[in-house]
């Protein structure tokens, strides 16, 4: 039997909570107040309840409407997530930590508790994090006041939005949405396969189909025992109307669900004195995070190449190979999440151990950023069935900005601290495209997104092209009001299309200058 470091950090608790509008027993929880009973589960989880007692560190995800300057809070909110959990847990934790926005923060949450413990600066950690958006909706749409304010002054650590991965072209170009951006991301990747769009969306739901079906049997999904076929999610209709190019409604993230999920970490002498039992406990047996540079300043439009380097980076932490890996939660926003990390390492897409444990973003429910903690909360109960297992986590942050890579244990090891900067490095040194920020004259389209209104018809249109005359690469928009040029793309195939471009203080606009290949 391995004898373990007291300092060796173990996840001894895991929990989610949903709460759907429909539910007998629902109660229109605030975000607070959801987040706290995910909490409280993951405190019975543990198998003692008091361990509520020694928690000293808290750490929270960040919500979506704190995520972005955009949104605002309908219905008020704390100025002090974290110590508001606290507040219901009826705990006083000497840290508590609200993290930076990100669907990556839950895996980049866990390995700081991690190697805080490791490094005898905690002895147990909650982390936690939930959504309510769907009843926020709802009480908007019924024209119900509540109010979810809250302040708190007790001592936090703040760390922001941290969206400087978002490039002020790309805003000012009318690229705000995650349809938009990851749109233009997969409109590129097609068009380096040579594939039509029409291939492509049936390909993108023949991916996701079964992670509908994962999510059908899941009593924690937004809509349980909802199961799609390929052509339920790639046909057109009012029920799955096109959001941006090339996605349906059915193969994108669903934001609008009330869950929360949360664990408990703490140190291998606090679960022996806890007398937490063996099998309660899985360990972090490697990890690895990278960062990528906003989507238009990339090398290849359709490649976030983080996302292999940390896959591979993580498995080698581990010293396991992705054959010994028995269960994968893959973050699944948009089909090219997914596509864009499983090709990068050899998995295919059809692997017979599935690509998710929870459902996918789509169909389980994308709680901001705080979807992956479902996914280790999930991967943690899943492993505790079995020993010799091991779990991979993948965790997506941003527009393939960041990603970050946790492989899980059921068997007892030692935990080592793993240093990314080499990593990180080599995307750093990666050549930045020359980017023409006032273009003038002809080029042609890399990749392109549309925009769509609620009746289906696009409205707009997005492209980032190359000049001709210098190779440089620039950003543009259709001219407002103008739908005939979205209208055009939309029914033809609008890569490597020449166009002029122009610039002007309001931005930099585009015409089409041939007629569209067959």
């Avoid at 992670?211 to 025992?225: E, I, L």
């Avoid at 360990?283 to 990278?290: D, M």
Wanted: hydrophobic share 40%; glycine share 8%.
């Amino acid at each position: 039997m391995l004898l373990l470091s007291p300092t060796t950090p173990v996840l001894v608790g895991a929990a989610q909570f949903t709460e759907r509008l429909d539910d007998p027993d629902y109660e229109a929880l605030s975000p607070v107040d959801i987040t706290a009973r995910a909490a409280q589960l993951a405190f019975k989880d543990c198998g003692n309840e008091g361990i509520s007692a020694v928690i000293d560190t808290i750490m929270t995800a960040r919500t979506f409407e704190d995520s972005t300057p955009f949104l605002a809070f309908p219905h008020g909110c704390s100025n002090n997530f974290p110590r508001s959990v606290c507040k219901r847990l009826n705990i006083a934790p000497a840290e508590a930590i609200w993290a930076m926005s990100g669907g990556d923060s839950p895996q980049k949450l866990v390995v700081e508790a991690c190697e805080k413990i490791a490094q005898g600066c905690a002895t147990g950690v909650l982390i936690c994090g939930g959504e309510a958006m769907s009843t926020a909706g709802a009480l908007v749409k019924s024209g119900q006041k509540v109010d979810w304010s809250e302040t708190l002054d007790e001592p936090v650590d703040d760390r922001g939005t941290g969206i400087d991965y978002v490039h002020h072209d790309e805003i000012a170009h009318g690229v705000i949405t995650p349809p938009l951006f990851h749109g233009l991301i997969e409109n590129a990747r097609r068009g380096q396969s040579h594939c039509h769009s029409q291939a492509w969306i049936n390909g993108m739901a023949a991916l996701f189909a079964p992670f509908s079906k994962v999510a059908a049997d899941n009593p924690y999904s937004c809509q349980p025992g909802v199961r799609y076929s390929p052509t339920e999610l790639s046909a057109i209709s009012l029920d799955n109307r096109f959001i941006a190019h090339p996605y349906p409604q059915r193969l994108i993230a669903r934001d609008k669900v009330n869950q929360s999920a949360a664990l408990v970490v703490v140190s291998t002498a606090l679960a022996d004195t806890l007398k937490i039992p063996t099998q309660q406990r899985i360990y972090l047996k490697g990890y690895a995070h990278a960062r990528e540079r906003a989507v238009i300043e990339r090398p290849n439009l359709g490649e976030a190449e983080s996302a292999g380097l940390a896959l591979k980076a993580a498995l080698n932490a581990a010293h396991v190979a992705l054959d010994d890996i028995a269960l994968f939660d893959f973050y699944s926003c948009f089909p090219v999440a997914v596509i864009n990390a499983i090709s990068a390492i050899g998995l295919a897409a059809d692997d017979p151990r599935g690509l998710t444990v929870t459902g996918g973003l789509p169909y389980f429910g994308g709680p901001g950023n705080n979807y992956s903690m479902h996914a280790i909360a999930e991967m943690v109960h899943r492993l505790r069935k079995g020993t010799g297992l091991y779990g991979l986590v993948a965790a997506n942050g941003g527009f393939l900005s960041k990603y970050a890579v946790g492989i899980y244990s059921s068997d007892a090891c030692e935990f080592t601290v793993c240093d990314n900067a080499a990593l990180q490095q080599v995307l750093d040194e990666r050549p930045v495209p020359s980017l023409n920020r006032a273009p003038k004259g002809r080029g042609h389209i890399e990749t392109y997104t549309l925009g769509y209104n609620r009746d289906g018809l696009a409205t707009s249109a997005i492209i980032v092209g190359r000049l001709q005359a210098t190779a440089e690469r620039f950003i543009a928009m259709t001219p407002k009001d103008d739908r005939l040029i979205a209208k055009d793309l939309a029914s033809t195939e609008p890569l490597h299309r020449l166009v002029e471009v122009t610039a002007s203080d309001a931005g930099n606009y585009f015409q089409l200058l041939d007629e569209p290949s067959e």
